[in-house]
């Protein structure tokens, strides 16, 4: 229980400080889509940036990119989104709630940390707004072939329904497409039917050419971008776990065949020593290797990064997935293009075509690479790792909250790596009197040009102090009656509350070095 007791913990502190709100609140919310607000949004954008640096900054071997978020609609017929991007699901009977098979538990089942049954737990949660999923909240069956899902569903007569409880009310499994439709378009007659995107992979592959014809790179190379993407989920909740609007930092790192395998270890270890140095604790992190029949049909090998999140059963959750997608998506691409008059003919629906077969020298096509030293040309392989970016600040938040007694009193705090932490540094006068305020704001305006800080000299600072370390804030500058005296000023460590004097005009390097800005 404690651990779904943290998860509401995160909630409502976030929503108390101004990290995240949910969305539309004011209409009565809009359910699983949520607002960054001032602190929350920082966190977001350092989290962006640590990934940028480590991904593409710090490498030679990536470059960057940022597609738009609707594409051409071959685009999603090409990758397998338009047929198969689906989920499996039931509706009950009953409340004629749609449920994905795969997150459908046994009566009688207890939770596998010994929590309620799933029938109990279905409702509890359901009134506390978290996740009602099974154990191990699989993403989707990516590129699922429907049919040989649908037979492997089980059979659903046990099965409870996470909304009302009732027990094998389910119609038989169907598959539901994730990706959200719009038109494109004002005149009726030139009008099409478009997709919001549910990947930032696809904008990749698709501009891989213009990459390699503008750029340098050569393979082994990479393009990473990070952007919103868009899926119609049809189980949300555990707050920002699972949305339907999201953004996720992807990577396709390009490869010969033969050096992929090393790649992908290369990557995998590269993702997870990510987290861990921006300060997840080693004990909630974890690879979990995708069995040979959870594998997409193209992919070679997938591991997920997961995290122990303090929702569902107490389970470990994806993160961040890493996969060897092999040549599929260029070769499919390939064979998209050679589609291209077939749309135009059919009004330009994805409906009822198919896509061209593949040319007999495919290596040689329009998305094929050149080797200059080999004077050879073919399809590289890709190696995917894809971060979601609400996953990863959620994972952070978690592991960084933490309560303690002081003094008899309870201090709530963020202890955030300094790198995601969403304000540096906070400076205070003890008070409002004796020019301390004037000296606390030249130090403040100083040192703003360097990092993000936070000024405050309402209440006592005891308090103030407790309201920065609930922010993550690292450290809390104090002005007080001996900084007149010899111009030093106390510096507070959020995590150990020690505190330490510094001469100002030190104070810069000073936190430079702890903060390793
Ligand atoms: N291009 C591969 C791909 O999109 P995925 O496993 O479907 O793979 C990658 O998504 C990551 O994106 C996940 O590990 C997760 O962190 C994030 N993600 C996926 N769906 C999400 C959702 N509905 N809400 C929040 N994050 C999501």
Same mark, same amino acid.
């Given at each position: 229980?404690?651990?779904?007791?943290?998860?509401? /913990?995160?909630?409502?502190?976030? +929503?108390?400080?101004?990290?995240?709100?949910?969305?539309?609140?004011?209409?009565?919310?809009?359910?699983?889509?949520? /607002?960054?607000? !001032?602190?929350?949004?920082?966190?977001?954008?350092?989290?962006?940036?640590?990934?940028? +640096?480590?991904?593409?900054?710090?490498?030679? %071997?990536?470059?960057?990119?940022?597609?738009?978020?609707?594409?051409?609609?071959m685009?999603?017929k090409s990758?397998g989104?338009?047929?198969?991007?689906? %989920?499996?699901?039931?509706?009950?009977?009953?409340?004629? &709630?749609?449920? #994905?098979? @795969?997150?459908?538990?046994?009566?009688?089942?207890?939770?596998?940390?010994?929590?309620?049954?799933?029938? @109990?737990?279905?409702?509890?949660?359901?009134?506390?707004?978290?996740?009602?999923?099974?154990?191990?909240?699989?993403?989707?069956?990516?590129?699922?072939?429907?049919?040989?899902?649908?037979?492997?569903?089980?059979?659903?007569?046990?099965?409870?329904?996470?909304?009302?409880?009732?027990?094998?009310?389910?119609?038989?499994?169907? !598959?539901?497409?994730?990706?959200?439709?719009?038109?494109?378009?004002?005149?009726?007659?030139?009008?099409?039917?478009?997709?919001?995107? !549910?990947?930032?992979?696809?904008?990749?592959f698709?501009?891989f050419r213009?990459?390699?014809?503008? &750029?340098?790179?050569?393979?082994?190379?990479?393009?990473?971008?990070?952007?919103?993407?868009?899926?119609?989920?049809?189980?949300?909740?555990?707050?920002?776990?699972?949305?339907?609007?999201?953004?996720?930092?992807?990577?396709?790192?390009?490869?010969e065949q033969g050096?992929? /395998?090393?790649?992908?270890?290369?990557?995998?270890?590269?993702?997870?020593?990510?987290?861990?140095? $921006?300060?997840?604790?080693?004990?909630?992190?974890?690879?979990?290797?995708?069995?040979?029949?959870?594998?997409?049909h193209y992919?070679?090998?997938?591991?997920?990064?997961?995290?122990?999140?303090?929702?569902?059963?107490?389970?470990?959750?994806?993160?961040?997935?890493?996969?060897?997608?092999t040549d599929y998506d260029l070769r499919q691409h390939q064979r998209g293009i050679r589609t291209l008059n077939k749309w135009?003919?059919?009004? #330009?629906?994805?409906?009822?075509i198919e896509l061209a077969k593949e040319a007999e020298d495919y290596n040689k096509g329009p998305l094929s690479y050149f080797d200059?030293?080999k004077k050879q040309r073919y399809i590289p392989y890709v190696?995917? !790792?894809?971060?979601?970016?609400?996953?990863?600040?959620?994972?952070?938040?978690?592991?960084?909250?933490?309560?303690?007694?002081?003094?008899?009193?309870?201090?709530?705090?963020?202890?955030?790596?300094?790198? $995601?932490?969403?304000?540096?540094?906070?400076?205070?006068?003890?008070?409002?009197?004796?020019?301390?305020?004037?000296?606390?704001?030249?130090?403040?305006?100083?040192? +703003?040009?360097?990092?993000?800080?936070?000024?405050?000299?309402?209440?006592?600072?005891?308090?103030?102090?407790?309201?920065? @370390?609930?922010?993550? &804030?690292?450290?809390?500058?104090?002005?007080?009656?001996?900084?007149?005296?010899?111009? &030093?000023?106390?510096?507070?460590?959020? /995590?150990?509350?020690?505190?330490? #004097?510094?001469?100002?005009?030190?104070?810069?390097?000073?936190?430079?070095? +702890?903060?390793?800005?």
């Amino acid at each position: 229980m404690a651990k779904i007791t943290k998860l509401d /913990d995160i909630v409502s502190l976030c +929503k108390r400080r101004g990290f995240i709100f949910q969305s539309s609140e004011i209409y009565g919310g809009l359910a699983s889509c949520y /607002d960054y607000g !001032p602190l929350g949004v920082e966190l977001k954008n350092n989290v962006k940036k640590a990934w940028w +640096k480590a991904i593409v900054q710090m490498r030679d %071997d990536v470059v960057g990119l940022d597609c738009s978020i609707l594409m051409h609609p071959m685009v999603w017929k090409s990758s397998g989104h338009a047929d198969k991007f689906a %989920d499996l699901i039931a509706e009950c009977k009953k409340c004629n &709630t749609r449920t #994905r098979v @795969d997150h459908l538990k046994d009566r009688g089942q207890k939770t596998e940390d010994g929590g309620q049954k799933a029938e @109990d737990r279905g409702q509890r949660a359901e009134e506390r707004g978290l996740e009602v999923s099974a154990g191990h909240a699989e993403e989707h069956t990516e590129h699922i072939a429907i049919d040989a899902a649908m037979a492997k569903a089980q059979d659903l007569s046990n099965k409870v329904c996470p909304n009302c409880g009732a027990v094998g009310r389910f119609t038989e499994p169907m !598959p539901f497409n994730l990706m959200f439709e719009t038109r494109m378009g004002a005149n009726v007659d030139d009008s099409m039917t478009m997709h919001l995107r !549910p990947e930032t992979a696809q904008g990749i592959f698709a501009n891989f050419r213009n990459v390699l014809d503008t &750029t340098r790179v050569k393979i082994p190379f990479g393009i990473a971008q990070i952007g919103k993407s868009f899926r119609n989920e049809v189980t949300t909740k555990a707050f920002i776990f699972r949305t339907r609007e999201f953004e996720q930092a992807e990577l396709e790192f390009f490869c010969e065949q033969g050096t992929d /395998d090393q790649w992908f270890e290369h990557w995998k270890q590269a993702r997870f020593d990510w987290y861990i140095g $921006l300060g997840l604790k080693k004990d909630n992190l974890r690879f979990r290797e995708h069995d040979a029949d959870e594998l997409a049909h193209y992919a070679k090998a997938c591991v997920d990064v997961e995290y122990r999140f303090p929702f569902g059963s107490g389970d470990w959750q994806e993160l961040e997935g890493i996969a060897n997608r092999t040549d599929y998506d260029l070769r499919q691409h390939q064979r998209g293009i050679r589609t291209l008059n077939k749309w135009y003919e059919n009004d #330009r629906e994805l409906t009822n075509i198919e896509l061209a077969k593949e040319a007999e020298d495919y290596n040689k096509g329009p998305l094929s690479y050149f080797d200059d030293q080999k004077k050879q040309r073919y399809i590289p392989y890709v190696i995917e !790792p894809s971060a979601g970016i609400d996953r990863s600040a959620l994972a952070f938040l978690v592991d960084a909250y933490d309560e303690e007694e002081v003094r008899g009193e309870t201090r709530n705090l963020l202890r955030f790596h300094p790198a $995601l932490a969403p304000v540096k540094v906070a400076v205070f006068p003890l008070v409002k009197k004796e020019g301390m305020p004037e000296i606390a704001k030249n130090i403040y305006n100083d040192l +703003k040009k360097y990092f993000n800080c936070f000024y405050d000299e309402k209440g006592a600072v005891g308090r103030r102090y407790r309201r920065q @370390d609930e922010a993550g &804030t690292p450290f809390c500058i104090t002005v007080d009656g001996q900084t007149k005296e010899d111009t &030093t000023v106390t510096v507070r460590d959020r /995590d150990s509350m020690d505190q330490v #004097r510094v001469s100002t005009d030190q104070l810069l390097n000073y936190l430079r070095e +702890k903060l390793e800005i």
